[in-house]
């Protein structure tokens, strides 16, 4: 990662902090609506990963700081699902949508 892109995720997730434990139940929630096979990959209640996040975003530019043991292939699938339900989400919001036809 760039130090911007550390910047920028560090800054939007502060801004996600005041309602983390509601992000966090949402942002789960939808993940395992659109994946319900996922569910098995997580272990703790949805609002302690949630917390997990924090420190994930905390340490995205110092990488070395996250324990290897941890990064399993399962942990990476999980991930990686969860990165691209969230990018897909924030890329909706920002393309610009093409105005209704008139009737």
């Known amino acids: 990662m ?14 996600v902090l005041p309602v983390g434990d509601t992000f966090a139940e949402l942002f789960y929630g939808r993940l395992f609506a659109l994946d319900p096979g996922l569910t098995k990959l997580f272990r703790d209640k949805m609002i302690e990963q949630g917390r997990n996040l924090s420190v994930a975003a905390a340490n995205a530019g110092k990488i070395e700081r996250i324990e290897v043991d941890v ?9 990686q699902a969860a990165y ?16 209704a036809p008139a009737p």
């Open 2 to 15: 760039t130090s911007e892109q550390v910047h920028t995720g560090q800054s939007a997730w502060r801004a």
């Open 71 to 79: 990064c399993t292939l399962q942990a990476k699938a999980a991930w």
């Open 84 to 99: 691209a339900v969230h990018s897909s989400a924030m890329l909706e919001e920002i393309t610009p949508r093409s105005p």
